[in-house]
């Protein structure tokens, strides 16, 4: 398989700084392959299919990445990018139920977004910091909106109280528990919805 098509550089640039940019495209076309087949389902395309889609050899693929864990990081890093004004926050304006309707609908929204970037992501974790370290940060600035988003509801809870409650809501609404309700349950987006909306109310009107 042939080099991916570089486009063409002045004669006057320097050579070194025409290797770098070959290589940089080189890498965005392996990265961008990857995604392609995160998007059509596929999280473990294989470097063979990777390769032929980004139109490199299978050695270029280990000259750009030092192995398939760091190509998924660089892969998953983009996707982020990609998909990070998914991740922010439902405003916390309107009433209860407006409110819990705005996170599920941002959750679902997220998990649609990642589902196959994340069940990727899950092989590397155990072995790559990074995506270990990517994916306990998403955790995080998840959980730390459900304090600011219902504030009304948590402001008169003690202290110990509230925090349990933040952490029942935070896990009510997670990815992991769409993921179950969708995949392992098998529950329609509308029904998956209704699960999540009728436990946050029951937590937050306690």
Request: hydrophobic letters at 45%.
């Amino acid at each position: 398989m042939g080099e991916p098509a570089i486009e063409s550089f002045a004669s006057d640039e320097p050579a070194t700084d025409r290797r770098r940019l070959r290589t940089e495209r080189g890498k965005e076309l392996v990265v961008d392959a990857l995604l392609t087949f995160f998007a059509e389902g596929d999280p473990q395309p294989g470097v063979a299919k990777i390769a032929s889609r980004a139109g490199v050899s299978e050695r270029s693929v280990f000259r750009y990445f030092d192995d398939l864990e760091s190509l998924a990081g660089a892969a998953i890093e983009r996707q982020i990018a990609r998909i990070a004004p998914a991740f922010r926050p439902p405003a916390p304006t309107g009433d209860l139920e407006a409110r819990i309707g705005a996170l599920v609908e941002q959750r679902l929204r997220i998990s649609e977004a990642t589902a196959v970037t994340t069940q990727a992501a899950e092989r590397f974790a155990p072995h790559s910091p990074a995506i270990a370290e990517a994916f306990a940060f998403r955790r995080s600035v998840l959980h730390d909106q459900i304090a600011e988003l219902f504030t009304v509801e948590l402001t008169p809870m003690a202290g110990r109280v509230r925090g349990e409650v933040v952490d029942a809501v935070s896990a009510a609404a997670s990815l992991e528990t769409i993921r179950m309700l969708r995949t392992t349950a098998g529950h329609s987006r509308t029904r998956t919805a209704a699960i999540i909306a009728r436990t946050l109310r029951s937590l937050l009107t306690t």
